[in-house]
């Protein structure tokens, strides 16, 4: 008995030693989604990267797609005491309880690529992609490069009734609004998928005389344009010149495509959401600064002129 | 041909099916019919439901057996993702094309067998039995793709998924060669009608000396089969594999396609030639809808009212009114005759 007395208190002397020791440093938790996607796996590389850099302890939950997990990592998180949490959040509602138990116990919340339903004041910000930018982007792109042409466009939306699909295709048909020589003519959904995408473009092709009608093809994401460019190539046309191809996403794949010819352009969703979620951490650390409740992340594009082969290689060990 | 007559009778609800979907989507899409010959292949909306309803009429054949024995499996699209991962794995880490496709052939048959002996050995009931593997197989998939979509330049590999062969996709050529094999041994042997015993009643057919228990394993061997081939399709048409998507739900599509070729889930008669009828009519409904231009929100509605319609137009129920109409009018022309 007294020997477990004295193995306790001696643990508990070793922890707030340990733990003055860190006081300088961060630690913060990580509530990730699961592995969903490559895009995913590559947020959770880049957060762990960004997290030693910048000398701050990370402890990592994945949720497997379970919004139950996620709420239990959070509680647990708060019942050690972290600094700060990150959550990439699975769905949009149910977070109420949870939050409001961070926000009691002072840990600010930073939400990261997703938001959540409830009151603002329950999170310190959220750092995400405008999805309708990027459409917009991709968009922008595509009426400068026909420059004024006729040009009938091709278009593979997202999975159905998803945000990504529904704000993607909005920028998109934004952009093109005012510019009548661009023309939607069939848009149809892939999934998000590569066998989707190129099974769709294969019945694009045979609806629109052999692919003759099409000029540009627009997908929702970068696997769909991959599978779709291998139907254009199958169909006997030369994708990225008989018909230009822009995506969304830049996933690895897409820049051998691009090194290639093949795909002409594509809008980065950056995996690095949690570089200005830390970012804005240190700044509320240092001096009490509270970020604005929303930090749009850059969508960036990039084009064939961008040494496509230079991208991959450094998006190659990302984990996508 | 008299021996072939049964045969046509039991396929001719399916095969009309079938014509009537072309033809009214060939109403609406004139050029659905054409067919050309591009790059020394035939080219043309026809083959391109013949290509992508490979991997469900790969399915179906192997979903056919287990279901007439009373069975189901659930896990075949997993067990596709599974096999498209090991075939890419394998490819990418430097081994030969064989070595790949038997590899890959192989896991296929492991899963088979796994499904066979929860089912045979431990009699576990085949939906919750197969239900393990669907649920775990696409974890193991992403293990061995590393949660990333795993991509190939193997020629020989990519061949698979989108060479061609006497002008057909090789998908085209796979399922339908190995479509004519497994019906040929199941019905040039008693296989097949063993089978059907086995699936009207299991414990009748043991006491008669039937090995039932090797006869059901071997049936889910045979489905874990088919699921490696279409995956190993699945994962050379893409140039990839795609452990989240490959396979996805299509176990439920193989099952559809049995039953649209009026197999019963309740076991016994089988017909792998309607199976096979049963998954091409679902991929010339997927192919026309997607021809038709209507927006995607539509798609899963159209197809599921088509469905509907033609599993209403087989029920015995329809039937029994059709011939109760047609007699009771055959009747009314006696009686009229009779007046004059």
């Known amino acids: 008995m007294k020997l477990k007395t004295a193995l306790a208190s001696a643990t508990i002397l070793a922890a707030c030693m340990f733990g003055s020791a860190q006081a300088a440093d961060l630690t913060v938790g990580f509530s990730q989604i699961g592995s969903e996607s490559g895009w995913r796996a590559a947020e959770t590389t880049l957060t762990k990267q960004q997290a030693e850099s910048r000398g701050i302890d990370l402890k990592f939950a994945d949720a497997q797609q379970k919004q139950e997990n996620q709420i239990k990592a959070l509680r647990s998180f708060i019942a050690q005491g972290v600094d700060a949490i990150l959550v990439a959040p699975v769905v949009a509602t149910g977070w109420d309880d949870v939050l409001t138990e961070a926000k009691d116990a002072e840990i600010p919340v930073i939400l990261l690529d997703r938001t959540v339903d409830s009151s603002e004041d329950l999170y310190m910000t959220a750092v995400t992609s405008d999805l309708v930018h990027e459409g917009n982007v991709a968009g922008k792109w595509l009426v400068d490069a026909v420059a004024g042409k006729p040009c009938n466009v091709v278009e593979l939306q997202g999975t159905t009734g998803s945000s990504p699909a529904i704000d993607r295709k909005k920028g998109f048909e934004e952009a093109l609004a005012g510019h009548d020589n661009l023309k939607i003519i069939r848009s149809q959904t892939g999934d998000f998928t590569r066998t989707k995408g190129k099974e769709v473009m294969e019945s694009f092709l045979k609806a629109e005389d052999g692919g003759k009608n099409i000029c540009a093809l627009y997908a929702h994401n970068d696997d769909m344009a991959v599978g779709a460019i291998q139907a254009i190539k199958e169909a006997g046309l030369k994708p990225g010149t008989d018909i230009l191809v822009v995506s969304i996403d830049a996933v690895p794949d897409i820049f051998q495509a691009m090194a290639a010819g093949e795909a002409n352009a594509t809008v980065e969703l950056t995996p690095n959401m949690a570089g200005p979620a830390f970012d804005a951490l240190a700044a509320f650390k240092k001096d009490g600064t509270l970020p604005p409740k929303w930090i749009q992340t850059e969508s960036k594009l990039y084009t064939q002129k961008d040494d496509p082969m230079k991208v991959y290689e450094e998006k190659k060990g990302l984990g996508y | ?340």
């Open chain 2, 1 to 340: 041909m008299n021996a072939l007559k049964p045969h046509l009778i039991r396929l001719a609800p399916q095969f009309a099916v079938l014509v009537a979907v072309v033809l009214l989507i060939s109403l609406a899409f004139p050029d659905f019919l054409k067919l050309q010959i591009q790059n020394g292949r035939v080219y043309g909306s026809l083959v391109d439901v013949l290509n992508r309803g490979a991997p469900v009429a790969l399915l179906a054949i192997g979903m056919t057996i287990v279901i007439a024995t009373r069975g189901i499996d659930l896990s075949v699209g997993a067990v596709m993702a599974i096999c498209g991962a090991v075939a890419a794995a394998s490819i990418t880490s430097g081994h030969s094309l064989v070595y790949t496709l038997a590899l890959a052939l192989a896991v296929g048959l492991l899963c088979g067998l796994w499904n066979g002996i929860l089912v045979a050995v431990l009699d576990i009931q085949p939906i919750i039995a197969t239900l393990v593997l669907m649920v775990a197989g696409r974890g193991i998939a992403q293990l061995i793709t590393e949660g990333a979509i795993l991509t190939f330049n193997d020629p020989g590999l990519i061949f698979i998924g989108s060479g061609s062969f006497l002008g057909l996709p090789m998908p085209v050529v796979i399922w339908l060669v190995f479509g004519i094999a497994v019906t040929l041994l199941v019905r040039r042997t008693a296989l097949g009608m063993l089978i059907e015993a086995l699936g009207i009643n299991r414990r009748a057919s043991t006491l008669s000396g039937v090995s039932t228990g090797v006869l059901l394993v071997a049936a889910y061997v045979l489905s874990g089969l088919c699921a490696a081939i279409a995956g190993i399709i699945a994962a050379a048409d893409i140039k990839g594999a795609d452990a989240n998507n490959a396979g996805l739900w299509l176990e439920l599509d193989a099952i559809l396609a049995v039953v649209v070729g009026g197999n019963s889930l309740l076991g016994g008669r089988f017909s792998i030639a309607a199976a096979l009828l049963g998954a091409l009519i679902i991929q010339s409904i997927n192919t026309g809808i997607l021809l038709s231009g209507f927006p995607p929100e539509f798609n899963l509605i159209i197809k599921a009212a088509i469905i509907v319609l033609i599993l209403v137009i087989q029920s015995p129920r329809i039937r029994d009114l059709a011939a109760l109409f047609g007699r009771s009018e055959s009747a009314e022309a006696t009686v009229k005759q009779e007046a004059k």
